[in-house]
């Protein structure tokens, strides 16, 4: 999933905003990455990790909630149609295998 978020600010110019689900980091099966940025300026980024996924769509809901209150408006969404899944050792095996 990724959501991208954008307003202007009072000095005119573009701020960005974008939250991603990333693959699990260790330790943590879930993972959502909080990226800021001014016009073309550099990007910061902020991670969160979470045991359960119902923990990281109230995160989810509580930053987008405030973007919005913030005067953020939506620029672009993307949800892939079912998550990343764990194979038989462990790891994540992509949802969709690339051509070649």
Request: without cysteine; glycine residues 8%.
């Amino acid at each position: 999933m990724i959501i991208t978020m954008y307003r202007t600010g009072e000095d005119g110019r573009l701020r960005y905003y974008t939250l991603h689900d990333r693959q699990p980091v260790m330790g943590h099966p879930y993972a959502l990455t909080v990226a800021w940025r001014t016009g073309n300026g550099a990007e910061r980024e902020k991670l969160y990790v979470f045991d359960s996924l119902a923990d990281m769509d109230r995160k989810i809901r509580q930053v987008f909630g405030r973007r919005i209150r913030d005067g953020y408006r939506l620029l672009y969404s993307f949800s892939r149609e079912r998550p990343a899944r764990r194979n038989a050792r462990g790891t994540v095996a992509p949802a969709m295998a690339l051509a070649t």
